[in-house]
């Protein structure tokens, strides 16, 4: 009667946790809400981010992603060694998912580290549907640490992702609040000469750009695992200990420089390789990197 219990209970159990090396996704629309604003977007098992996926280094994985959206969708495992059927870009590796169908990935984990998934279909992924992968390796790494925390990184604009693209194609300056005025041509003038500040204007308007366009698209929230500035995500730890922090920028356009005051960091992990360890008190993260400090 014992033994039927129990596996009464791991057959109601299995279902939920899945077996080894077995997950499930599903594509949802979400609320995210930012602390400055709250606007719908794309997650997954209904939330964004969406959660850590754990995988082991060897290991044979399948992933069953059910669409719950109104349009097609797909997942790509950034940075991942896999077949290409299974890369997950419609159009190339597959025809994508479309809304209420399931799909199963499989593909074998040959490598370690800190990676991140996200949808490559249409704006999904500014949208906020994306989340993030560790890989244990087989063998010992060489760091030591005593508990870790992911740290994925985004931004969110009040405006949709497609919005977004309508106003910038009408006028790539759409966003840019921090264009040249006529007060800064009088005061460049004065400070660099009338025929040198002439050039300059005209070096730029060549180009057909400006010098503000190395930020030109503003207004963006930064957020932290689902969490803006005003929500303040935290991680626990204790006095003395060796902390892990898996940083992923998971953001649309934005870097991001990290920097923990009063405390140096040190590199061990670029784009989920083992580096010579760095010691840093701040490093900056492009759009799509992973570092482990």
Same mark, same amino acid.
């Given at each position: 009667?014992?033994?039927?219990?129990?596996?009464?209970?791991?057959?109601?159990?299995?279902?939920?946790?899945?077996?080894?090396?077995?997950?499930?996704?599903?594509?949802?629309?979400?609320?995210?809400?930012?602390?400055?604003?709250?606007?719908?977007?794309?997650?997954?098992?209904?939330?964004?981010?969406?959660?850590?996926?754990?995988?082991?280094?060897?290991?044979?994985?399948?992933?069953?992603?059910?669409?719950?959206?109104?349009?097609?969708?797909?997942?790509?495992?950034?940075?991942?060694?896999?077949?290409?059927?299974?890369?997950?870009?419609?159009?190339?590796?597959?025809?994508?998912?479309?809304?209420?169908?399931?799909?199963?990935?499989?593909?074998?984990?040959?490598?370690?580290?800190?990676?991140?998934?996200?949808?490559?279909?249409?704006?999904?992924?500014?949208?906020?549907?994306?989340?993030?992968?560790?890989?244990?390796?087989?063998?010992?790494?060489?760091?030591?640490?005593?508990?870790?925390?992911?740290?994925?990184?985004?931004?969110?604009?009040?405006?949709?992702?497609?919005?977004?693209?309508?106003?910038?194609?009408?006028?790539?300056?759409?966003?840019?609040?921090?264009?040249?005025?006529?007060?800064?041509?009088?005061?460049?003038?004065?400070?660099?000469?009338?025929?040198?500040?002439?050039?300059?204007?005209?070096?730029?308007?060549? !180009?057909? !750009?400006?010098?503000?366009?190395?930020?030109?698209?503003?207004?963006?929230?930064?957020?932290?695992?689902?969490?803006?500035?005003?929500?303040?995500?935290?991680?626990?730890?204790?006095?003395?200990?060796?902390?892990?922090?898996?940083?992923?920028?998971?953001?649309? !356009?934005?870097?991001?420089?990290?920097?923990?005051?009063?405390?140096?960091?040190?590199?061990?992990?670029?784009?989920?390789?083992?580096?010579?360890?760095?010691?840093?008190?701040?490093?900056?993260?492009?759009?799509?990197?992973?570092?482990?400090?």
């Amino acid at each position: 009667m014992k033994g039927t219990l129990i596996a009464c209970a791991l057959g109601l159990l299995l279902p939920t946790i899945g077996l080894a090396g077995e997950y499930n996704l599903t594509v949802d629309r979400v609320e995210i809400d930012t602390g400055d604003f709250i606007k719908k977007g794309v997650g997954y098992n209904g939330k964004s981010p969406g959660p850590v996926l754990r995988f082991k280094e060897g290991e044979e994985v399948s992933i069953n992603v059910t669409n719950n959206l109104d349009e097609t969708t797909s997942i790509h495992w950034h940075g991942l060694i896999l077949p290409f059927q299974q890369d997950g870009v419609p159009g190339i590796s597959f025809p994508g998912i479309k809304p209420g169908e399931t799909f199963t990935y499989n593909f074998p984990i040959t490598q370690s580290g800190t990676y991140w998934f996200h949808s490559h279909s249409g704006f999904q992924e500014p949208e906020g549907a994306f989340g993030s992968i560790i890989i244990e390796p087989k063998g010992r790494e060489p760091f030591r640490y005593d508990r870790e925390y992911v740290v994925q990184l985004t931004d969110k604009h009040p405006h949709s992702s497609e919005r977004v693209m309508r106003n910038l194609k009408v006028t790539p300056d759409y966003y840019n609040r921090e264009q040249q005025t006529v007060g800064e041509f009088f005061s460049d003038v004065s400070e660099n000469g009338f025929l040198n500040t002439v050039k300059d204007r005209l070096a730029w308007g060549d !180009m057909r !750009m400006m010098k503000a366009d190395v930020e030109d698209l503003q207004g963006f929230t930064g957020m932290i695992n689902g969490k803006g500035p005003k929500q303040n995500w935290t991680g626990i730890f204790e006095p003395g200990e060796r902390i892990r922090l898996r940083f992923i920028n998971s953001s649309a !356009m934005t870097y991001f420089d990290i920097r923990i005051p009063g405390l140096n960091m040190t590199v061990v992990q670029a784009d989920g390789n083992n580096v010579q360890p760095v010691n840093v008190d701040e490093f900056r993260i492009g759009v799509a990197e992973t570092y482990d400090v």
